[in-house]
C-alpha cells in the first residue's frame, strides 16, 4: 500500500495558480464594507417578512472578520493552461486558516501580473505586468447589487498613460499617505509619480542596471532604490537628488530593501543581501548613512523579504522554501520554517497588526504564519528553579551537621 498523503494544514493552501506577489486589504476597505452590508440588511430587515435563523446568516460571508488578501500569478503568455489571475482569499484568524476557494477570481488573460501595489487608503491596486510589459490598474467592486456582497475587483478604465510604453516594471511602491507612487523598470530606470495626477517627480533613466527594489520613508521624503550590482541609492524625492549611495563593500549582493524604524523611534535602513556565508541583513544609519551591522541569517540566498509595520519583525524567503522570522531588537531568529513552500518564495506580506506573515511561492501555494510573543518570563523560571534545588541542597546539609531537626 502507497503511503497515505496528510493534507495540508488551514494555515497552508493552494490555488492553482504561481504566485509572484501577495498584499493584505487595508482594513478601513473591509470595515466599510461591512457598514454598508449591515445598512442594507436592515434596510431589508424593514421591506421584508422575518428570516429564519439559518437564512439569517451574514451577507459578508468570507470577509466578516476584517482579514482579506490579494494574490497575483499565473501562467505567462503560453499554452501552459495556467491562468494568469488577481485572487482574493479570506483569512479566519480564530481558525488560523486559508478560505478553500478564493473569495474572488479576476483573470487577466494573456497578462501575467507580476509585482503588485495597494493604495494605502484603499483606491484600488496596481500591477506590473509581465507579458505584455506594462502597468495595469484595477479598481475594488462595491457592486450593490451582489446577493452575496463580495468584496472584487474589476478591470480599471483609469489608463496609466506614463507606464503604458516603459518596459517592464519589477518593483512598485506607495508612499504610507498614497500622494505618490515609485517605479523601478527592468532598464533600471526609477520614476516617482504623484499620484493619483500621475505628473511625474523624479526621473531617472540609469539609477541602476536593473531595479531589483524599492521603498519609502515613513514619511515619504526619502526613497530607497536597490539594482543589480552597483550601489544602493537614497532620494530626496521632492529634489531628486541622490542623498547617499550606499555600496557594497563586502561585496555583498543586495537584494530587498526596507525603511523601518527600531525601539528608540530611530528611521534605520534595512539591506538583505547575499554574502559570502549565506543571506545576511544590513542595517544604516539614516542620518550618517553609516553601516551599523550585518547579521548572518541562513545558509540560503534571501528570495524575499519584508518589515512588519511596528519595526519589531523582520521576515526572509528562500529560494528553498525556508521561511526566518527574525526579531529586530536582538537580532536573533524567532521562527524558522523549514520547507514551508516546496518551490521558491517569491514575496512576503506583513499583515497591518504585524502579529500575522503572509507568504506565497512559484509553487501555487499561499501561507499564513501567525506570529507568536516569545515569552520573557523564561530565563526568571529557570532561576527561581535553581534557588529552589539550592534551598534544599542547603537544607539537606544543614540537617546532617544537627543543625536542623
Request: net charge negative; with cysteine; proline share 4%.
Amino acid at each position: 500500500m502507497g503511503k497515505k498523503q496528510i493534507p495540508d494544514p488551514p494555515y497552508l493552501k493552494k490555488y492553482g495558480v504561481p504566485f509572484y506577489s501577495v498584499a493584505w486589504v487595508p482594513q478601513h476597505l473591509l470595515k466599510s464594507r461591512q457598514i454598508q452590508t449591515a445598512d442594507e440588511s436592515s434596510d431589508a430587515d424593514h421591506n421584508s417578512a422575518p428570516e429564519t435563523e439559518a437564512e439569517h446568516e451574514p451577507k459578508t460571508a468570507g470577509m466578516h472578520d476584517g482579514n482579506c488578501l490579494v494574490f497575483a500569478g499565473g501562467g505567462g503568455e503560453g499554452r501552459s493552461g495556467i491562468p494568469n489571475t488577481v485572487l482574493l482569499a479570506h483569512f479566519d484568524v480564530a481558525s488560523n486558516s486559508l478560505s478553500d476557494q478564493p473569495v474572488c477570481k479576476l483573470g487577466t488573460d494573456s497578462e501575467l501580473p507580476y509585482r503588485m501595489a495597494l493604495h494605502p487608503n484603499g483606491d484600488g491596486l496596481i500591477c506590473a505586468m509581465e507579458t505584455p510589459k506594462h502597468c495595469r490598474w484595477f479598481d475594488w467592486d462595491q457592486n450593490n447589487s451582489s446577493e452575496t456582497h463580495k468584496l472584487s475587483l474589476k478591470f480599471s478604465e483609469k489608463v496609466l498613460t506614463q507606464l503604458k510604453d516603459v518596459g517592464q516594471q519589477l518593483a512598485l511602491a506607495f508612499n504610507n499617505d498614497g500622494t505618490a507612487l515609485a517605479a523601478g523598470g527592468e532598464d533600471g530606470s526609477v520614476r516617482v509619480f504623484k499620484w493619483p495626477s500621475m505628473e511625474i517627480i523624479l526621473n531617472e533613466s540609469n539609477a541602476h542596471s536593473t531595479v531589483k527594489d524599492l521603498h519609502f520613508s515613513s514619511d515619504g521624503k526619502l526613497l530607497v532604490s536597490l539594482g543589480s550590482g552597483g550601489p544602493c541609492r537614497v532620494w530626496d524625492v521632492s529634489s531628486s537628488i541622490v542623498l547617499a549611495s550606499l555600496s557594497n563593500e563586502n561585496r555583498e549582493i543586495f537584494s530587498s530593501c526596507r525603511f523601518s524604524q527600531i525601539n528608540d523611534g530611530t528611521q534605520v535602513l534595512y539591506i538583505a543581501a547575499m554574502a559570502d556565508k549565506g543571506g545576511c541583513i544590513l542595517t544604516w544609519n539614516t542620518q550618517t548613512w553609516e553601516r551599523m551591522s550585518s547579521k548572518y541569517i541562513i545558509r540560503d540566498a534571501i528570495s524575499a523579504f519584508n518589515v512588519s509595520a511596528d519595526g519589531k519583525f523582520l521576515a526572509c524567503g528562500t529560494p528553498s522554501g525556508d521561511i526566518v522570522i527574525v526579531n529586530s531588537t536582538k537580532m536573533q531568529i524567532q521562527t524558522m520554517i523549514k520547507r514551508a513552500h516546496l518551490g521558491i518564495v517569491t514575496a512576503l506580506a506583513f499583515s497591518p497588526d504585524s502579529r500575522a506573515l503572509a507568504s506565497v511561492s512559484m509553487d501555487s501555494s499561499a501561507r499564513i504564519t501567525v506570529i507568536e510573543e516569545k515569552k520573557k518570563n523564561g530565563g526568571m523560571s529557570m532561576w527561581i528553579a535553581v534557588f529552589i534545588i539550592l534551598l534544599a541542597v542547603a537544607a539537606y546539609f544543614l540537617k546532617i551537621e544537627g543543625i536542623l531537626k
